[in-house]
């Protein structure tokens, strides 16, 4: 198991970094290399869609079930039975 995940991290970077430099290459270069070939998989083309908001009914609850007494009232069912 590895003690310092950071150290880790480190020291692959530096591996890459020694790789590139043997290939004549710098690490940025390889970095915007890498960006270019995996362009569909590391950017979003475009913007995430925005959240609506439900516009606000007098007489509707947040959750959307609306007042009982008032439905009751509309549809003339008193809880008791069928109105």
Do not use: H, N, W
């Not at 970094?17 to 070939?37: I, N, V």
């Not at 008032?70 to 039975?81: C, P, Y």
Request: hydrophobic fraction near 30%.
């Amino acid at each position: 198991m590895v003690q310092d995940p950071l150290q880790e991290l480190r020291d692959i970077r530096r591996q890459m970094e020694q790789a590139c430099a043997e290939r004549g290459q710098t690490y940025a270069e390889y970095l915007s290399q890498a960006q270019r070939k995996y362009t569909d998989r590391l950017v979003r083309r475009a913007p995430k869609p925005r959240l609506m908001v439900k516009e606000f009914q007098p007489g509707r609850s947040v959750t959307g079930r609306g007042d009982r007494e008032q439905q009751r009232a509309e549809t003339g069912v008193t809880g008791i039975g069928v109105g």
